[in-house]
């Protein structure tokens, strides 16, 4: 089986694109012929894992001028003469890869395949217009949860597919722990929350601050990281600094060592 898969989102350091790079390793490694188109950024690590194991597409068209986007994807699926389009998105902007697709599902027997990521869109107008029919497409309906797949199949039937890690990237290390907590400057005695996520609405920050006040202020000794970036990073800063939480949270970046 030959597959295109397409991440309609930003190729970086967020949970869509690793949930797509965890799937797309476990293709690889099952011997499956899996491209990848991305759009708009990709990361430099993931471009380069990418390109070591499959053919690469990257467009910065998709938003700025999607009919260039859909006639060079139609182009892709043309030459490659795929079995499987598997799209990866939150709304009805899929409507981009669905028209790419459509006219080889007769002449190639093509099938397509949607993962549904999200239960909200920043194109509400886009997804109200397009969603129904982009979906009518799909002979394979999938969702990261109930209501990411009720947001973008609504009636149609979808399964559920976990958002899923290597387990074993996690196991414990005693030796790794201790060097961990060496360079973020940790006691002994001291405990070590983290939070990982983009700095965008969803991922409420706003409560885990408000959570941490009251938290520091019933244990002295407990630390809180912050992993990620994102609009909302410079909010963020400024109510650390209004409720005097400068020395119990930090913003520790974007990390590619999340294990």
């Not at 799209?87 to 395949?113: Q, R, Y």
Request: charged share 25%; hydrophobic share 40%.
């Amino acid at each position: 089986m030959k597959l295109l898969v397409i991440n309609t989102n930003r190729f970086d350091r967020n949970g869509i694109s690793i949930t797509i790079m965890n799937i797309l390793r476990q293709f690889w490694k099952d011997d499956i012929i899996a491209d990848v188109v991305a759009s708009t950024i990709i990361s430099p690590e993931f471009k380069k894992e990418i390109e070591e194991n499959a053919s690469l597409y990257f467009f910065q068209s998709r938003n700025r001028n999607p009919i260039k986007y859909i006639l060079s994807l139609k182009k892709v699926i043309k030459t490659g003469k795929y079995d499987l389009i598997y799209i990866h998105g939150n709304s009805g902007t899929i409507v981009s890869e669905i028209l790419a697709a459509m006219p080889f599902k007769k002449k190639l027997g093509l099938k397509i395949c949607i993962h549904a990521h999200g239960s909200e869109t920043s194109h509400p107008i886009i997804h109200k217009l397009f969603r129904k029919f982009a979906v009518s497409q799909s002979s394979c309906n999938l969702a990261a949860s109930n209501l990411a797949g009720d947001f973008l199949f609504h009636e149609r039937p979808f399964q559920v597919i976990p958002n899923g890690i290597n387990p074993n990237e996690l196991a414990f290390d005693e030796q790794v722990r201790r060097q961990y907590r060496t360079n973020l400057g940790l006691n002994d005695d001291s405990k070590f929350v983290v939070q990982l996520g983009a700095f965008t609405p969803v991922k409420n920050y706003a409560f885990s601050l408000d959570v941490i006040e009251k938290v520091s202020q019933k244990d002295s000794k407990v630390r809180f990281g912050f992993y990620g970036s994102g609009r909302l990073e410079s909010k963020i800063e400024e109510t650390i600094v209004a409720k005097k939480l400068q020395d119990v949270v930090s913003l520790q970046g974007v990390s590619s060592d999340v294990s």
